[in-house]
């Protein structure tokens, strides 16, 4: 089944939904119940992570 997975504008809270097939409406944020959610895509295939991020050594 097809989850989506959305951020709230809001509260930026990320949740997933799961939509049935024909619904194309947005959730409502389960947090702050705001109707203001970007949906995320869905990053299936592999990716190596962006950014070089420095390891910080002790401190
Ligand atoms: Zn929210």
Redesign the pocket.
């Known amino acids: 089944m097809p989850i989506f997975e959305y951020v709230?504008?809001?509260?930026?809270?990320r949740f997933e939904k799961l939509l049935k097939a024909g619904v194309t409406d947005n959730p409502d944020?389960?947090?702050?119940?705001?109707a203001?959610?970007n949906k995320q895509l869905s990053t299936f295939s592999a990716g190596a992570s962006s950014s070089a991020d420095c390891p910080s050594s002790g401190g």
């Open positions: 709230c504008v809001s509260c930026g809270r944020c389960p947090v702050c119940g705001s203001e959610v």
